[in-house]
């Protein structure tokens, strides 16, 4: 079948779905949650294996869903995740597989992953140094996370995305070395903005570093000439001259990329946001385990993009943070 384009009010087509698999973290980023973690959900609230494969084809087959991303909380966390991708990539209509994760237990499973027909990988990376990631992270972790990096880009698994948030007094004098880790290694670095999506609601603008710094603490080190953006990709990207790297920066708050958002995220209880910041959800695991067929969710599915705002307002006056935090949304 040929399914029409999913749409919004405003004309924009969504062909993205992030795809949370569970809550949990094996980590407890100074940014993200308290040390002591959260409260996760209980298993049986978490969408099952057929159920989110029933979601993706629904998504695939008769909405127009061309690339999946699957998120958490630690998407590595998720027992069976091979089996699972496996199974997605084998749906007539399958979609281009990714997956963000901390990258804490990437190099046992990388070989695994890009066998059952995982594409793209994104890791998420602050800091080079041993002592600050574990201040940031609460874990002594950083060696691992390298070794999955490699293993991931030994496992084909490219171009291997390494994501970092530079905060004000944190790790903004990083840029740089980060920058240059990412191009010495083959990797592509991108840079995000920081959004007020903590659990804590302790997010401060003024500790926000924003995209124009994040680019001039770059040019100190690098020559930069910009790469036409890509249809609705978020990253703006340069190029490092006179090499093959590239780097991106992801101004989520300064430079919103609102007006050509092509994304919807299903968190893991299977509640289906329109938005990252949306402050409702539409529950499709009651529709599916209602017994309801494929044409209903489908038709719950389009009302919630149906009424999706213009942008996230970051800043304005009728912003409100979601009642959920980052980790139990997917990034």
Known sequence: MHPSPLQDRFGRIHTDLRVSLTDRCNLRCTYCM??????????????????????????????????????????????????????????????????????????????????????????????????????????????????????????????????????????????????????????RMRFIESMPLDAQGAWERERMVPAEEILERLRERFALEPVPRRGSAPAEEWRVVGTGAVIGVIASVTRPFCGGCDRVRLTADGQLRNCLFATEESDLRALLRAGADDPAVEAAWRASVAGKGPGHDIGGAGFRRPDRPMSAIGG
Do not use: C
């Open 34 to 187: 308290p040390e002591q973690g959260l409260a996760w959900l209980p298993k049986p609230q978490l969408l099952t294996d057929d159920e989110v494969l029933r979601l993706v084809r629904i998504g695939t087959e008769r909405l127009g869903i061309r690339s999946v991303r699957l998120t958490g909380g630690e998407p590595l966390l998720r027992r069976g995740l091979p089996g699972l991708l496996a199974r997605m990539a084998a749906l007539p209509s399958a979609p281009e597989l990714s997956l963000t994760t901390n990258g804490v237990g990437l190099a046992r499973v990388a070989p695994a992953l890009a066998g059952a027909g995982l594409h793209r990988v994104n890791v998420s990376l602050d800091t080079l140094r041993r002592d600050r990631y574990q201040e940031l992270t609460r874990r002594d972790r950083l060696p691992d996370v390298l070794l999955g990096l490699a293993a991931a880009q030994a496992a084909g698994l490219a171009p291997v995305k390494v994501n970092a948030v530079p905060v004000r007094g944190v790790n903004e004098d990083e840029i740089p070395e980060l920058a240059a880790f990412a191009v010495a290694h083959g990797y």
